[in-house]
Structure formats: C-alpha cells, structure tokens
C-alpha cells in the first residue's frame, strides 16, 4: 500500500541506544498502529493510537513510546529499557467507526537489529 | 479483551488441491474479520474480509465462512497454486474499537 510509509527500512542499535521508526500515512486515516513481528510469530501490537493527541498501550508497550501530533504521522521510539528490540517493525492504520469497518493497511515494515 | 486462535500453524498440500484454516474467536462483540497474506520479509497484504451480518464471502479461489453461534470463521483456498504458498493470518475487530486482534499464523506451503 503506497499510502503508508516506514523508514528507514533496515536499523541498527548500538547497546544503551535510542531509536525512533518513522511511520507516515496519507490515507487520511484516524487510527494507526505499531506492532512488532518476530522470526516465524504473528503480530503482536506495541501501541495504538485512535485519533491525534491520543494512545494507548498494547501488549508489549515496555520498552517502547510514541508520540501522535499529527494524523499523518505515528512515530515509534525504542528505547535502551527495550532489551530484546531485534524483529520486524509494522506500521498500519485503519479508517473504521461503528459497523462500517475498513481493514487495516500495513507499511513495508522496518527491520531492527543490534549492533 | 478478544482471543484469536488459528490452526493449523503450519499446512502443506499438493498443487491443486484445497486448503482450509480455521480460527475461532471469544468475544460475541466482535463484527469485523480480516485475512492477510504474507509472503517473506513483505507486509500483510489483505486477501478476503467478512462482516458478521454475512455468512460466506467469495472471491475466485478464495472464501471465507463465518459461525456468529461457534464464534469461528475459516479460510478456504482452492486449486492452490505454488504462488499461495505464504503465511496467512486472521483477525477479528470488537465492533465501535479500532483495534485488531491477531491470530498466530498459518504457513502454507504448496508443493509442485
């Protein structure tokens, strides 16, 4: 889906590290999400964010922030608490309200490694 | 909150034949049923979805059915073909939340 855009595609992270993941969306969506994707594991979701100004933590939110100051734009930062932060990053967002539900679209995803 | 559980976690069938995952679901507030494929280091890209208002969806050589009573829904892939070969994920929305809860993935593998 072009309409969502991750960056950059493949990251490194020297020990003690912050890094932020980049996840940017001109479908003009409400709601977006991070999940994280291990070696031949399903998608666990990191947070998820509603509407601007506004998140909320999903399973395995320790570790991980996010900010939402724009609809077009869900930033992930992983930060050094994040141990075991080597997997495949998704980025997605959805436009659904009440019984009329779209399903979600994913990004191409970013893959996160240590140093 | 929702649990989605899918099987089998891993399906190998000859080219040709028919391919069936299923996944069942716990929360009876859940109205909306997306399924995605995903081939190697790719994103999930969606392949079929079902409403709870119907049944059975159809799109060529693939279906979804839904049992609203059991609470499953099954994905149906016919006269597979090498290309199918991908893991495929269901999931299930709460009706009025916009969060998606995951199944564990199928990998299926067509062989030639």
């Known amino acids: 889906d072009g309409g969502i855009t991750q960056s950059p595609k493949y990251l490194f992270r020297k020990e003690g590290q912050n890094v932020t993941l980049s996840c940017e969306q001109n479908?003009?969506?409400?709601?977006m999400y991070w999940y994280r994707q291990d070696p031949g594991q399903g998608l666990r979701l990191i947070y998820y964010s509603q509407i601007v100004n506004d998140f909320q933590k999903g399973d395995i939110a320790e570790g991980y922030s996010v900010s939402r100051e724009k609809k077009e734009s869900f930033p992930l930062t992983v930060t050094s608490a994040q141990k075991n932060p080597t997997a495949f990053y998704l980025c997605?967002?959805?436009?659904?309200?009440?019984?009329?539900?779209?399903?979600?679209?994913f990004g191409d995803g970013t893959r996160l490694s240590i140093l | 909150g929702e649990n989605v559980e899918q099987h089998p976690s891993t399906l190998s069938v000859q080219e040709g034949d028919s391919a069936v995952i299923k996944c069942t679901y716990s929360d009876s507030a859940s109205n909306y049923f997306p399924w995605y494929k995903q081939e190697l280091g790719k994103r999930p890209q969606l392949i079929i979805d079902?409403?709870?208002?119907?049944g059975e969806k159809k799109d060529q050589r693939i279906a979804v059915t839904l049992n609203k009573t059991a609470k499953h829904f099954s994905l149906h892939i016919t006269e597979t073909q090498p290309e199918d070969s991908a893991v495929y994920f269901c999931a299930a929305r709460i009706y009025n939340f916009n969060k998606f809860y995951f199944g564990s993935g199928t990998k299926l593998n067509v062989k030639p």
């Open positions: 997605a967002s959805s436009s659904s309200t009440g019984f009329k539900t779209k399903p979600q679209h």
């Open positions: 479908l003009n969506h409400d709601a």
């Open positions: 079902i409403r709870s208002n119907v």
